[in-house]
DNA sequence: TTTATAAATTAACAATGTTAACTTAACGAC
DNA sequence: GTCGTTAAGTTAACATTGTTAATTTATAAA
């Protein structure tokens, strides 16, 4: 029974309740249980009725990716505001990795997950807006560093220093989250995994 | 028409060709190409019999898997012969690099995708085993770079030197693969990523 | 009151992983 | 040689998936 016309209000509060439903299934119980009849099911819809909302599945997990991307973003805004450089840079190392063992399934979809190119013309993320792109925090912080002449000379491209600091984080987190479970590895613990990283790769990039 | 009693040898090469069918899908279409019917149509069987030779499609998957563990210890056995101690770890760090990037789809299943954590008694890899392990033979080079005080005191367990290493290549790689293509990044070629990422780590870690 | 249309639903399609039931042919025992 | 037994396969079926077409329902406008 359809109670008809749906002010633009109402429209955007059912796209937010699918969002919700299908984050919900997706980190209870991981990527494979994100089916869309179970999406629909648990807020008591039709299947069909997603698909007025995203033109399929891949749409809908790349706006849950965009929604996920802004709260990665505004986690860090936060630490941004730190004065000291370096402290900063560090507090952004560990507010990253926090994000990622906290919501593993959402980091794998937007970190791990190959997908279709973003978007740019559906995404709503504004890319490059230091407000919304965790990216492009992390090249602010380096190009402040790298302006101050904090790293060695030979390392001459700041944005090649972001993307490296990125991949070295980023190393730890998605070999953690594929592989922390294996026996056969001796892990030591993730805290001390972290910090070795950040000491290594930092000591060597750093005057 | 079933001719019956297939000798050991013959099961056996069954097995292997069912498993060439799956990895040809595997490459040439990606992992979402890989169901149980075309493997079976592309060998002339019916998907019910590949279950006579594996519990199911994940054990096939993991079947495959161990193949390619293999390989990359196989691929990096040669290197492991070189006798100056630093151009051997240069030379582990670009072999990895280089088998991620020639079999992307191989390393998403072995590196990138969670899955049951490896069955002991299921797997035919022997794991510590530095013929089949590539993890163990890493060890092994960082152990001897350990033993000769290559790396600043600050760094004092080896295992954690390993993955320290381990982890820096896989972030530069499987960042490549999830992201290589976004066009909002403005990527440095592979290549300098990749020294870069080498110089950076090892003057980290290294006296 | 009629009509057009937005919002939702039911029914159906083809493809998937997987299992049960059945067929066929070769081997060992007599 | 004939007769079970059993390995090696197949066909048929089930439930679940993403997705689309056809249909219903209720409201807003005429």
Redesign the interface.
């Known amino acids: 029974m359809p109670p008809k016309i749906k002010s633009p209000e109402e429209r955007e509060k059912l796209r937010l309740l699918i969002l919700d439903s299908a984050r919900t299934l997706f980190v209870e119980r991981g990527i494979e249980a994100v089916s869309m009849r179970e999406i629909a099911k648990q807020i008591n819809y039709s299947a069909t009725t997603l698909y007025h909302y995203f033109a399929d599945k891949d749409a809908l997990l790349q706006a849950l990716c965009d929604a996920d991307f802004l709260a990665l973003a505004n986690g860090l805004r936060e630490i941004m505001k730190i004065p000291d450089l370096l402290a900063r840079i560090h507090a952004l190392f560990n507010g990253y990795a926090q994000f990622a063992f906290q919501h593993p399934n959402h980091y794998?979809l937007m970190?791990?997950?190959?997908r279709t190119?973003?978007n740019?013309e559906t995404t709503q993320i504004q890319?490059?807006n230091t407000e919304q792109d965790a990216?492009a925090q992390l090249k602010l912080v380096v190009f402040e560093a790298f302006d101050a002449g904090l790293f060695?000379p030979?390392?001459n491209?700041f944005?090649?220093?972001a993307?490296?600091l990125?991949?070295?984080?980023?190393?730890?987190c998605?070999?953690e989250?594929?592989?922390g479970?294996?026996?056969?590895?001796?892990?030591?613990s993730l805290e001390?995994?972290l910090n070795?990283?950040q000491?290594?790769?930092?000591?060597?990039?750093l005057r």
């Open positions: 794998r970190f791990m997950t190959p190119p973003c740019l890319q490059g990216y060695k030979e390392f491209d944005e090649l220093i993307q490296t990125w991949a070295s984080i980023h190393g730890v998605s070999l989250i594929t592989l479970h294996e026996t056969w590895i001796q892990w030591p001390m995994r070795t990283m000491n290594a790769i930092l000591q060597g990039l």
